[in-house]
């Protein structure tokens, strides 16, 4: 068994769409990145790399290659994905935690699960999402940002 931790930030913004987890959400402000700035799938596949020590998103998908501005990161997912079984990963399990003080999270939370579960191949019972605020404290209680956290376990095919 192997066990990935990924982390990520971006910065809320005018002019873009509040992407996390595959899901379009409602918010007057969006995600400002290369790509469509999924917070939440970069932490996820960085933790995914992480637990295989395949490096980092950066490295794989790096943001100054044009090919990947504005990209769906549900692509880049599967692609890390299929770069994990082809190094003899099977995926068990991933948390990912979301901090966000707006927009409120928890009405979309089941949708993130099932789009995970899909990108990731296994059931929805291995994946879980949770969103928590930050009491007003820090740029994600301020609304400057969102941030996401996810650890990821992998087993070893034998």
Do not use: W
Request: proline letters at 3%.
């Amino acid at each position: 068994m192997r066990v990935g931790f990924g982390y990520d930030v971006h910065k809320l913004a005018e002019g873009r769409k509040c992407i996390i987890c595959g899901v379009d959400i409602p918010h007057s402000l969006g995600l400002l990145g290369h790509s469509d700035a999924d917070v939440a799938v970069h932490a996820l596949c960085d933790s995914l790399l992480g637990a295989a020590a395949l490096g980092d998103i950066g490295r794989s998908f790096p943001d100054t290659a044009a090919e990947f501005e504005g990209i769906d990161s549900r692509i880049l997912l599967r692609r890390v994905v299929d770069r994990v079984c082809e190094c003899g990963f099977s995926i068990e399990n991933t948390d990912i935690t979301i901090a966000a003080q707006r927009p409120k999270l928890m009405p979309y939370i089941e949708k993130m699960r099932e789009n995970m579960s899909k990108d990731l191949g296994i059931d929805i019972t291995r994946v879980s999402i949770k969103a928590t605020t930050t009491e007003r404290l820090g740029f994600e209680g301020r609304g400057e940002g969102i941030s996401a956290y996810a650890v990821s376990l992998l087993n070893e095919d034998q």
